[in-house]
């Protein structure tokens, strides 16, 4: 049995892809090896070419080169007759992505591959550069004509871009009016990898496709929900980007923001791209905006400092290289938020993301409401009843609730009933970006974001971004690395029995 999207039998067309920033890490580490998998399942036609483009000094053979030790490092020991047959698709243009001579080359190169490789002038190019050069690319493709679809010798022309998607609201706004100038919106992707994820997806399967989950999925029977998202890692070798960005930026306001909406939006009638995004977008709006004044209550923030992360000491974030001096980024942060509508009023959400966390884990927790009444007498506390939706690692999903220990006394202790990805399915789960990158060549974007999507998560956030850019703002709260995160997270909790949930 599949769980995959219903692509599943699907064939892209014979197509280009073109990977803008191929000589980085990104193309290195995810893109080419999600590639790799793609082709070793027969999931891309053979007319399918990649095509890098940066400005390293390269030819086709060192970029093939490049890209097989990629394999190698990221895939593992690879039989190199395949790697040869694969490598075989893959060429090279050498050019500054900002500059219009290499637009005007890659077309040149995109035309002979059409004839060559028969690509049928489809082409999707993939923007893996920093963000401060996705306009100038786009401006590009549009002066040369690589947007254009339909008409003698073009096919269709697709574009996606990699997170961060804006700044702020006003960058935000401001890259999708520039896409807009040059690419409509179905043409346009914006990737968040979180949606690519089995599990994400298999939250709706399992909202859905099932009818005894629904019935309680709503304010009658939850009584709060939490998402997580720790990582152990620190800043790595991102500072320079983190450090202008914090915990807000880089994971709420698309991937938690976005796992939210899978949890609370409504059934689409239908799996495609236009109905669930509606869906999604309803969540968001829904949202109850805080005010400035408000983020204090709402959302906590703090900084890791040095600690013992397993048998590892560890520096605090202040210490780490290209890391400003007395920067005031959050490596952590917590917010509280409410839904205003009749499926969720009253329920809090509870969205929280850190560095340097005790363990690694992102999961949704759903904690059900107590009984009404308890006829048993009990030593201690009742626990509630949790599902909980593990992303990673380990992806599955769990349902504690209460049983009988065994016994002459009716004593009462917590269960478990555990789903396991791995366990029960075997193999491989696809990588995100796998899926994500299939989907674009099909042209299906269900799992990709909205424009008006991703403006409305910015325009949510920027009353916490405010109060906490402003010179007045209170202290970064410190926390141990190693931790859960600053004991201030507590207080995001207004009922006694409402506390973060273990993972
Ligand atoms: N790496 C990840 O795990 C990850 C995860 C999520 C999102 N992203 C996003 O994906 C994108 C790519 O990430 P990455 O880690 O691969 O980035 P990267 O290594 O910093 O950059 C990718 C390539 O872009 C080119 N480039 C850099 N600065 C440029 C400039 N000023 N003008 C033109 N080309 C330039 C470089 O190639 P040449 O010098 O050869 O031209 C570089 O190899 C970024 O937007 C990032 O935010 C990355």
């Given at each position: 049995?599949?769980?995959?999207?219903?692509?599943?039998?699907?064939?892209?067309?014979?197509?280009?892809?073109?990977?803008?920033?191929?000589?980085?890490?990104?193309?290195?580490?995810?893109?080419?090896?999600?590639?790799?998998?793609?082709?070793?399942?027969?999931?891309?036609?053979?007319?399918?070419?990649?095509?890098?483009?940066?400005?390293?000094?390269?030819?086709?053979?060192?970029?093939?080169?490049?890209?097989?030790?990629?394999?190698?490092?990221?895939?593992?020991?690879?039989?190199?007759?395949?790697?040869?047959?694969?490598?075989?698709?893959?060429?090279?243009?050498?050019?500054?992505?900002?500059?219009?001579?290499?637009?005007?080359?890659?077309?040149?190169?995109?035309?002979?591959?059409?004839?060559?490789?028969?690509?049928?002038?489809?082409?999707?190019?993939?923007?893996?550069?920093?963000?401060?050069?996705?306009?100038?690319?786009?401006?590009?493709?549009?002066?040369?004509?690589?947007?254009?679809?339909?008409?003698?010798?073009?096919?269709?022309?697709?574009?996606?871009?990699?997170?961060?998607?804006?700044?702020?609201?006003?960058?935000?706004?401001?890259?999708?009016?520039?896409?807009?100038?040059?690419?409509?919106?179905?043409?346009?992707?914006?990737?968040?990898?979180?949606?690519?994820?089995?599990?994400?997806?298999?939250?709706?399967?399992?909202?859905?496709?099932?009818?005894?989950?629904?019935?309680?999925?709503?304010?009658?029977?939850?009584?709060?929900?939490?998402?997580?998202?720790?990582?152990?890692?620190?800043?790595?070798?991102?500072?320079?980007?983190?450090?202008?960005?914090?915990?807000?930026?880089?994971?709420i306001q698309n991937h938690l923001l976005q796992v939210l909406c899978v949890i609370a939006m409504e059934p689409p009638s239908s799996f495609d791209a236009d109905s669930v995004r509606t869906e999604k977008l309803k969540v968001l709006k829904a949202i109850h905006p805080?005010?400035?004044?408000?983020?204090?209550?709402?959302?906590?923030?703090?900084?890791?400092?040095?600690?013992?992360?397993?048998?590892?000491?560890?520096?605090?974030?202040?210490?780490?290289?290209?890391?400003?001096?007395?920067?005031?980024?959050?490596?952590?942060?917590?917010?509280?938020?409410?839904?205003?509508?009749?499926?969720?009023?009253?329920?809090?959400?509870?969205?929280?993301?850190?560095?340097?966390?005790?363990?690694?884990?992102?999961?949704?927790?759903?904690?059900?409401?107590?009984?009404?009444?308890?006829?048993?007498?009990?030593?201690?506390?009742?626990?509630?009843?949790?599902?909980?939706?593990?992303?990673?690692?380990?992806?599955?999903?769990?349902?504690?609730?209460?049983?009988?220990?065994?016994?002459?006394?009716?004593?009462?202790?917590?269960?478990?009933?555990?789903?396991?990805?791995?366990?029960?399915?075997?193999?491989?789960?696809?990588?995100?970006?796998?899926?994500?990158i299939l989907d674009c060549l099909l042209g299906d974007a269900t799992l990709y974001s909205s424009s008006d999507w991703i403006e409305r998560s910015w325009e949510l956030l920027m009353p916490v971004l405010e109060a906490w850019g402003a010179s007045s703002a209170t202290?970064?709260?410190?926390?141990?690395?190693?931790?859960?995160?600053?004991?201030?997270?507590?207080?995001?909790?207004?009922?006694?029995?409402?506390?973060?949930?273990?993972?």
């Amino acid at each position: 049995m599949s769980y995959s999207r219903p692509a599943a039998d699907r064939m892209p067309d014979p197509s280009a892809l073109v990977i803008f920033g191929a000589s980085g890490d990104l193309t290195r580490r995810k893109l080419v090896p999600a590639i790799w998998h793609l082709d070793q399942q027969g999931r891309l036609p053979p007319e399918f070419v990649l095509v890098g483009v940066a400005r390293s000094d390269m030819d086709d053979a060192g970029f093939r080169q490049q890209m097989r030790e990629a394999l190698h490092e990221f895939v593992g020991q690879l039989d190199d007759r395949q790697v040869d047959f694969f490598l075989d698709r893959l060429f090279y243009v050498c050019g500054d992505p900002k500059e219009a001579a290499t637009h005007q080359r890659l077309k040149e190169r995109l035309a002979q591959l059409d004839v060559q490789r028969r690509t049928r002038g489809n082409y999707c190019f993939y923007c893996s550069v920093p963000p401060q050069v996705y306009l100038k690319i786009v401006e590009r493709l549009g002066q040369v004509g690589l947007h254009q679809e339909g008409g003698e010798g073009k096919g269709w022309s697709r574009i996606i871009v990699e997170k961060p998607f804006g700044h702020d609201l006003e960058t935000a706004v401001e890259l999708n009016r520039s896409l807009h100038r040059v690419f409509a919106e179905h043409q346009i992707y914006r990737i968040d990898h979180y949606l690519g994820k089995e599990t994400v997806q298999n939250i709706l399967v399992f909202r859905l496709a099932n009818s005894i989950f629904e019935p309680l999925w709503n304010r009658r029977y939850i009584d709060h929900v939490q998402i997580t998202a720790a990582e152990t890692v620190g800043v790595e070798h991102r500072a320079g980007y983190y450090d202008q960005s914090g915990a807000l930026r880089d994971m709420i306001q698309n991937h938690l923001l976005q796992v939210l909406c899978v949890i609370a939006m409504e059934p689409p009638s239908s799996f495609d791209a236009d109905s669930v995004r509606t869906e999604k977008l309803k969540v968001l709006k829904a949202i109850h905006p805080l005010s400035v004044g408000q983020v204090d209550q709402h959302a906590v923030r703090g900084q890791y400092r040095a600690g013992q992360l397993g048998d590892q000491e560890v520096r605090g974030y202040l210490d780490e290289p290209d890391v400003a001096l007395r920067s005031r980024t959050e490596t952590f942060a917590a917010l509280q938020l409410t839904i205003d509508n009749w499926r969720w009023q009253g329920v809090p959400f509870y969205v929280r993301t850190g560095k340097r966390l005790k363990r690694r884990a992102s999961a949704v927790t759903l904690q059900f409401r107590q009984p009404p009444h308890l006829i048993f007498s009990s030593d201690e506390d009742l626990q509630p009843s949790t599902l909980t939706i593990r992303i990673q690692p380990e992806e599955g999903i769990s349902l504690t609730f209460n049983g009988k220990i065994p016994g002459p006394d009716v004593k009462l202790g917590p269960v478990k009933m555990d789903f396991d990805y791995a366990t029960t399915f075997g193999g491989r789960s696809p990588e995100a970006y796998e899926t994500l990158i299939l989907d674009c060549l099909l042209g299906d974007a269900t799992l990709y974001s909205s424009s008006d999507w991703i403006e409305r998560s910015w325009e949510l956030l920027m009353p916490v971004l405010e109060a906490w850019g402003a010179s007045s703002a209170t202290r970064v709260p410190s926390y141990p690395a190693g931790s859960w995160g600053p004991k201030e997270a507590d207080q995001l909790f207004d009922r006694e029995w409402r506390r973060w949930a273990e993972l």
